[in-house]
Every structure is written in structure tokens, then in C-alpha cells.
């Protein structure tokens, strides 16, 4: 039934996401104006900044996937909850990477410990590196997803604990990069807003396709169980 | 009777432990010797230790309390024993409780022995605010070790399992370990006391949340 | 210009060859699942 409707679905969403990510392109590098400072190097904002936006929103569904599952115990969104940190790592790197890309120019070295959200975002990548891990390493089916699902929900609330205890680390000594206000003109703006949507648009194609592949896989993984129980009944 | 089938927990266990003392005479040695080599790599003169002194002390306990994590009940685990205990008509919590007492003993064994040895090797005037400075090693301790026997009681059934542990709870323990580094530097040198109060509180926080969270956690986790 | 050429081009082969070996895998899985399918006809 539903199964029908997947593969028009998947290619629907491509078609709109690559629409979307070629309008998000045309903004960013025709339609937004260049930064009077930092020059065409701050165009990778349009970038880092929905790129993290993304990593946040798939490892907040890790997070609610993780409680569903074990109020369910409905293994849907465990495939779900898999398949959203998989793209949240992958985007967090990619955050780190742009991150670092920006800053060289522009505060002359690659990373600083004095900003908060950079080391919360590299605290991050660790959280779910480890709890990628967690699923590839323990044994047992129902064990390594609840064990998954805990873990996911525990480092999502250790987040705002990070970002926090960086802060006040960083405060009490002195302080190097002011944040400058998000005083824009409405050009950069909109691109920027732009740029955030078609990003989610892209995170939920990605999404849809891990997850279909994620639960045809477990689906096979079943059926080959039980063909090999019922041939070992006779 | 919750606090009464802990404590069963932590004698039993104590019992295996201490019935050949290994354990915890290598976590002792461990953290006395990781500590004299701390001070030998880092060349360690008055003026330069200020700024490590924190991570000098910190550093040989919390790696030997590692190790003692995945040691600490390894009978459990040859004869399939967990699943024993898992039968037992004892409460999850106390488990967990019972677990996290033992290691906090061992961990605090440690403790007392290699924290005298740093003020041995610092070469310094005693601590000023000694009663934070004891403060920060209880609480700072017993943080580390309620995630760490949470994590490595999960983590049993990995294939593993000893690079797991840390792998999982060095990540979640950065404000822990912020917070422990900040308290101790303050206790040491009090000369920067900024946001002590502030720290405490995190700490103090951190330590309800990973020791009452686990307690009700490990009811649903460790189902045989 | 170097900076934002490396950082973009970087993130997207990244997603693309993502993609790519989710696209892979998907064919795989789909193929066993038409396989087994067949299998229970017969």
C-alpha cells in the first residue's frame, strides 16, 4: 500500500529539493550582496549556518525518535532515529569543515576554543560518532536499539550542559571574538532564510531515503530469520 | 529495602573483590605511577605546574577509575552471572546503586593515596581551601563514576566494550570535567575565584541527574 | 574565494557520494527483496 506510493514520493521530493537547491545557489552567489569586511568569503555563511541548522534538527529527532521508541516500542522509529544521526553526523562535520573554512580568512585560524557553539558542534560530532558506534558494535536486536534510544536522549540533553559550561569557561577568562548583531541587509537575509529551508528540504529527502533503506534492510533481515527458523522446525 | 538490597550488592561484590585484592592494588598503582610520569613529561617546575596542576590531578584518577570500570565485576560476566542477578527479585536501582558504591569505595581508595602523592611531587604550600578542594574530589569522583558504571554496565554485551566506555562518556562528561578542572584550580590558587558558585551548582546538578537518571533507567535497559 | 570554493565543494561530493552509497545499498536490499518474493511464489 504504502509501498506503492515511496518511490513517487522519493522522486518527487529529489525533483523539489533540486529545484530548491538551485535557486538556494543562484542566491547565494548572484542575488546576495558581497560583505563589505569579509568579502565573498563570508558567502560560506549561506552554508555553515543551514548545515548546522540541519545537524541540530536530525539530532533532535534522534532525541524524540529515542523517547517514542521507548514508549512504543515500535522499532519504526528506531530505523528512524538511525537514520537521522547518520545525516546528523555527516552534517556536523561538514559544519565543522565550512566552520573551519571560514574562520582561516576571517579570524586567522582555523579553530578557537573561545566560541561556545564551535566546541559544542565538536562535542557533538563525538556524542553521536559514539552512538553510531554503540549500534554497529552491541549485540543483541532489542538491546543495542534501547540502548541506542537511551543514549541518544542523554546526549541531546548533555548538549545545552555543554554549550553552557563552555560559556562560562570562556567568560571567566577573556574574551577574543565579540558576536557581532545580525545586522543584515534584507538581501543576505533572505538568502540566508533561503538557504535554511532548502537545506531542511534536502535533510528530509536524505532522511526518507535512509529510512526506507534502513527498514527494507531490517524487513530482509526478519524474513531470513524466520525462513531459516521455520526450516529448521521440519 | 531499596537501599537495604544495595548495600547487599555492594558487599557481595566487595567480597569478590577483596578476595583477591588485584583490582584494586593495580588501580593504586596505576594512578601513582601515571601520576609520577605526568610529572616527568611535563617537566614539571613551580611556575609551569599553575597552569596543569588541575589536569596533573585529575588525570591519573580518572583513567585509573576508567580501567576499574570494566574490571570491577568481571566474575560477573565469565559465567554469565549478570543474568543471574538480572533474575534475582532485587530492584534495577539497586543494582545500579550497589555498583556505583563499590567502584565510588575503590575510586576514593584511589583518591586518598594519589592525592597526597601530587602535593608530595608539587612542591608547593598546602592547599588554601582545602574544604573545596575535598569537595571537588567527592563530588568530581562520584559524577565520573555514576556515568561511567552506567554506561559500562550497557555496554557489556559490545563487542567492544573497554573502548566503547570511553568512546560514550568522555563526550558527555566535558561539563563535568570543566567543572572539576575549574574547582580545582580555584581550590589550589585561590587567588581566581570567579563563578565559583556557578560551578558548584553545575556540578552539584550534574551529579543528581546522572545519578538519579540511571536508577529508573536501568529498569527498562537491562531487561533479560 | 579559495576558502568558500574548498568548504562548498567539499560538503557537496560529501552528500553526493552519501547519497551514492545509499543508492547503492538501496539497490542491493531491493533486489533481495524481489528475490525473496520469487522464492515464496514458487
Same mark, same amino acid.
Given at each position: ?19 530548491? %537547491? ?11 550582496? %558581497? ?12 552554508? !555553515? ?13 534522534? /532525541? ?16 528512524? *532515529? &538511525? ?11 561538514? &559544519? ?6 571560514? *574562520? ?7 579553530? &578557537? ?8 558542534? $565538536?562535542?557533538?560530532?563525538? %556524542? ?15 538491546? !543495542? ?8 536522549? %542523554? ?10 559550561? +563552555? $560559556?562560562?569557561?570562556?567568560?571567566? !577568562? ?22 535554511? /529551508? *532548502?537545506?531542511? +528540504?534536502?535533510? *528530509? ?30 | ?53 588541575? #589536569? ?16 570491577? #565485576? ?18 534495577? @536501582?539497586?543494582?545500579?546503586? @550497589? ?126 | ?7 562548498? =565543494? ?19 536490499? =531491493? ?12
Amino acid at each position: 500500500m504504502i509501498q506503492r506510493f515511496i518511490d513517487p514520493i522519493k522522486l518527487i521530493l529529489t525533483g523539489i529539493t533540486a529545484i530548491l %537547491i538551485g535557486i538556494q545557489l543562484y542566491m547565494v552567489f548572484f542575488f546576495a550582496p %558581497i560583505e563589505k569586511y569579509m568579502g565573498i568569503v563570508q558567502k560560506i555563511m549561506y552554508f !555553515h549556518v543551514p548545515t548546522a541548522f540541519v545537524a541540530f534538527a536530525a539530532f533532535g529527532v534522534v /532525541f524524540g525518535a529515542g523517547i517514542l521508541y521507548l514508549i512504543t516500542k515500535n522499532k519504526k522509529w528506531d530505523y528512524l *532515529a &538511525v537514520s537521522s544521526a547518520e545525516i546528523g553526523v555527516l552534517f556536523t562535520t561538514f &559544519v565543522l569543515i565550512l566552520g573551519s573554512m571560514w *574562520a582561516r580568512p576571517v579570524w586567522n585560524t582555523w579553530w &578557537v576554543w573561545d566560541d561556545p557553539r564551535l566546541v559544542t558542534s $565538536l562535542i557533538l560530532w563525538f %556524542i553521536y560518532v559514539a552512538y553510531l558506534l554503540i549500534r554497529t558494535s552491541v549485540k543483541g536486536e532489542e538491546r !543495542h536499539r534501547k540502548f541506542a534510544a537511551v543514549f541518544g536522549i %542523554i546526549g541531546f540533553i548533555d548538549v545545552p550542559l555543554v554549550y553552557f559550561s +563552555v $560559556l562560562w569557561w570562556r567568560t571567566i !577568562h577573556p574574551k577574543v571574538i565579540d558576536e557581532n548583531g545580525a545586522n543584515m541587509p534584507p538581501e543576505m537575509a533572505n538568502t540566508l532564510f533561503f538557504s535554511m /529551508f *532548502a537545506f531542511m +528540504v534536502l535533510f *528530509a529527502t536524505m532522511l526518507l531515503y535512509r529510512y526506507v533503506l534502513e527498514s527494507q534492510r531490517e524487513k530482509v533481515k526478519e524474513i531470513r530469520q524466520h525462513s531459516m527458523s521455520e526450516r529448521t522446525d521440519f | 529495602m531499596f537501599f537495604k538490597q544495595s548495600l547487599l550488592i555492594l558487599k557481595r561484590d566487595l567480597k569478590i573483590e577483596f578476595r583477591n585484592k588485584s583490582l584494586l592494588l593495580s588501580m593504586i598503582i596505576f594512578a601513582v605511577l601515571f601520576q609520577v610520569f605526568l610529572q616527568i613529561v611535563f617537566d614539571a617546575n613551580i611556575e609551569a605546574i599553575k597552569k596543569i596542576a588541575a #589536569g596533573v590531578l585529575w588525570i591519573p584518577i580518572l583513567l585509573s577509575a576508567l580501567l576499574g570500570f570494566s574490571k570491577y #565485576g568481571i566474575a560477573e560476566r565469565e559465567n554469565d552471572a549478570l543474568t543471574g542477578l538480572l533474575i534475582a527479585p532485587v530492584d534495577r @536501582g539497586a543494582i545500579f546503586l @550497589g555498583k556505583l558504591l563499590g567502584n565510588l569505595l575503590f575510586v576514593f581508595i584511589v583518591v586518598i593515596i594519589s592525592v597526597p602523592v601530587f602535593f608530595l611531587f608539587l612542591k608547593q604550600p598546602f592547599p588554601e581551601s582545602i574544604g573545596l578542594l575535598l569537595f571537588t574530589l567527592f563530588l568530581g569522583s562520584w559524577g565520573f563514576v555514576a556515568l561511567g558504571v552506567f554506561f559500562t554496565t550497557l555496554a557489556q554485551s559490545s563487542s567492544i566494550t573497554d573502548l566503547l566506555v570511553p568512546i560514550m562518556i568522555f563526550p558527555l562528561a566535558v561539563p563535568l570535567f570543566l567543572a572539576i578542572s575549574q574547582l580545582t584550580e580555584m581550590a589550589l590558587y585561590p587567588s581566581i575565584v570567579m563563578g565559583q558558585d556557578l560551578w558548584v551548582l553545575l556540578l552539584v546538578g550534574y551529579n543528581i541527574l546522572f545519578t538519579i537518571a540511571p536508577l529508573f533507567l536501568f529498569d527498562i535497559l537491562l531487561e533479560v | 574565494m579559495t576558502y568558500l570554493f574548498i568548504g562548498v =565543494s567539499v560538503m557537496w561530493i560529501g552528500i553526493l557520494v552519501y547519497m551514492g552509497r545509499l543508492f547503492q545499498q538501496q539497490k542491493q536490499v =531491493s533486489q533481495q527483496l524481489d528475490n525473496m518474493k520469487n522464492e515464496a511464489r514458487q
